[in-house]
């Protein structure tokens, strides 16, 4: 017996058409075909939405937002916030920029100072306002006070590590600079690198009122695209170390957006004499077991001098890994450098300072750092203690393989 389907015929009666099995199956299979790519278009579609259109969605999503950089925030961090600020406000979003600690290398006061920046200073995290966080060029808040209060809707970063957001994550540590991602963003959503200048100053509201303008036009002002060229060069040493296509593509893509005269000021600011002298006294202290030097400056009042240390050290002939260390308010500052293709700097400084409480460390294979406790180091809380020569001790183990 045939299996019918039924039909409404002329004069309102029905009648049962048989149709044979097999086309039953054939139209069955046509209907799941349908279905299938029905759904495969839907995927594509959804599949073409880019990092940077889907980061300027949720991050323009709440009324206000804020932007968090790393302890002592260097121009790629700057760079990144202010990027990721900008594509915030494009959307209609206010945006704030915070950071703990403190800005004292050179190189990173003329950026704030070049770029005309205004970054809000924080203790703890019950110091944020807003009720969402977006995290640039870290993905993990553990050296911030009271972070648990946080919200992280966010994080845009190009270290190794776990930290994600609730609504967006984009982690690459293949990249050689954050920067390099929020160009990336910048270019998804059409802004055009631009040769005016327009200081990125919050308070400004003329400079706010210029800033909408080029956001209407698609265009994006050079103090931005500057400020990435320089995050980029800086975390890349001039794009000659742990580069890919993407930060290149990166500088490609900004290049007619920069202003080169204020780029030459924040890549050449002067050097003061504190600074001259931790130098010296960091080539003085050295402890060269060739091929790799660890230097201790001890107590210093300005550490963001310790990472200039580390990259004279590396300067040193025959040397190919170093680490310097000083310490500043009970708080030890870790900078290391390789060109070992043996040692992952990152790696050893995450590793060994795992394991004392409060204490952190991470970065990449050429470039790392990390913070220590000194209160902790020496045994306060779990954990037996170690004293700062046992540590330089285990630096050296460690960069040997001695894990």
């Known amino acids: 017996m045939l299996p019918s389907i039924a039909a409404e015929g002329a004069g309102g009666f029905t009648r049962s ?3 044979p099995s097999g086309e039953l199956v054939l139209l069955a ?3 799941a075909l349908a279905l299938v790519l029905l759904l495969g278009y839907r995927l594509y579609r959804s599949a073409r939405v880019t990092p940077g259109q889907r980061f300027a969605q949720v991050v323009g999503t709440p009324d206000a937002v804020a932007v968090l950089m790393h302890s002592d925030p260097d121009p790629d961090a700057m760079a990144s916030a202010v990027a990721a600020a900008e594509i915030a406000e494009e959307q209609g979003t206010d945006a704030t920029i915070y950071y703990p600690g403190q800005i004292q290398r050179d190189e990173n006061r003329a950026f704030e100072t070049v770029l005309n920046l205004q970054f809000q200073r924080i203790d703890s995290g019950e110091d944020i306002a807003e009720q969402q966080v977006v995290l640039v060029d870290h993905n993990t808040t553990r050296e911030l006070k009271n972070d648990g209060t946080l919200a992280i809707m966010a994080v845009v970063d190009h270290h190794s590590g776990d930290g994600t957001g609730s609504q967006f994550t984009d982690v690459r540590p293949e990249l050689g600079a954050c920067a390099s991602i929020l ?6 959503l059409g802004r055009a690198p631009d040769d005016t200048w327009i200081d990125v100053h919050p308070d400004n509201k003329q400079n706010r ?3 909408q303008q080029t956001r209407e036009k698609g265009l994006l002002p050079a103090s931005i695209s500057t400020g990435l060229v320089y995050g980029i060069q800086t975390d890349t040493d001039n794009l000659t170390d742990g580069c890919t296509a993407a930060d290149f593509e990166a500088v490609r893509y900004l290049y007619n957006g920069i202003d080169n005269n204020r780029l030459n000021r924040m890549a050449n600011p002067d050097v003061d004499a504190e600074t001259l002298e931790l130098l010296a006294q960091a080539i003085t202290n050295r402890d060269v077991r060739s091929p790799f030097a660890i230097s201790d400056v001890g107590t210093v009042s ?6 200039q240390a580390a990259d ?12 310097v260390m000083g310490d500043k308010d009970g708080v030890i500052r870790l900078a290391g450098r390789s060109s070992d293709d043996r040692i992952h700097m990152g790696k050893i400084l995450g590793t060994l300072t795992d394991s004392i409480p409060l204490a952190g460390g991470g970065g990449h294979a050429r470039m790392g750092g990390g913070r220590i406790p000194i209160e902790h180091m020496e045994g306060l809380g779990p954990g037996k203690g170690l004293s700062r020569a046992e540590f330089k001790e285990q ?3 460690a960069m040997n393989g001695e894990f």
Do not use: H, M, W
């Open 17 to 19: 058409i048989g149709l």
């Open 209 to 211: 009122q210029k800033l």
């Open 312 to 323: 004279e050290l590396e300067r040193l002939d025959c040397v190919t890994a170093v680490v």
């Open 29 to 31: 299979g046509v209907l």
């Open 395 to 397: 630096l050296f183990k």
């Open 183 to 188: 160009s990336e963003y910048l270019n998804d």
């Open 302 to 307: 300005n550490t963001d001098a310790i990472p």
